[in-house]
């Protein structure tokens, strides 16, 4: 039996991949910063665990646990919306904590056992932001387009190996509790200078206008997730709904 570990499995996107390897006959270790083990069915194939990505100790734990590793899924970040000038540095240090060294401290802890192994998939969620630039998400932007520089580098690294490496790119999903995450935030956000209410005013007030729009729901990305991972041809960069497909057009 394969095993899959995903980060960020306590909604959304996650959530959703976690139930569809288990519905494929994986065994799948998802983790969670706050484990709840009612979100998904009993199973003796599935481990729900703790871990926060920016802690090293528990990266290495959960991966020494979770035993041998087909298939690494990058889920977990944080997202930020607000004007980088009204961004603290704790903030951006703390996204870049998150988005950007947690992916890469999970990823380096499987290395190793796919590198011995000659096999494996790595693959990392980030964003179609960084195909079209949006205005609030400068420091959101530049912590994912990070990952998929990253990412594309290390695909080349890996292939004598037979590891892959790919990014799936979601669009914009107003159904998950990500993007309400990252509007509260930029409610409590006490740095940005009044000179930029007007201007948020009016990007905020466009995004809630959904008449016409496109849109990605988790099943796109979850389908996009699994098509990395099971098709040894499928592209480095995969397009997660139609609005990021859009893009890619």
Known sequence: MKTVLITGCS???????????????????????????????????????????????????????AGSINALVNNAGVGWLNPFEGTSEDNVRRIFETNVFGTLAVTRAVLPQMRAEKAGVIVNVTS????????????????????????????LELEPFGVRAHLV?????????????????????????????????????????????KYTYAKDVTEAIWQAVIDPDSPMRI???KDSVALCA
């Open 11 to 65: 909604s959304g996107f996650g959530l959703e991949t976690a139930h569809h390897f288990l519905n494929q006959g994986w065994a799948v270790t998802a983790t969670m910063r706050k484990p709840d083990h009612t979100l998904l069915p009993a199973s003796d194939h599935l481990k729900i665990v703790e871990l926060d990505i920016t802690d090293p100790n528990g990266v290495s734990r959960v991966v020494q646990e």
């Open 128 to 155: 179609s932001v960084t195909l079209k630039p949006l205005p609030l998400a400068s420091v959101y932007t530049a912590s994912k387009t990070a990952v998929n520089a990253f990412t594309e580098c290390l695909a």
């Open 169 to 213: 790119l979601p669009g914009q999903a107003p159904t998950t509790r990500f993007g309400q995450n990252a509007m509260a935030l930029m409610a409590q956000a006490k740095d940005t200078p009044d000179d930029y209410a007007a201007f948020v005013a009016q990007v905020m007030g466009a995004n809630r206008n959904t008449q016409g729009k």
């Open 239 to 241: 397009p997660a709904g």
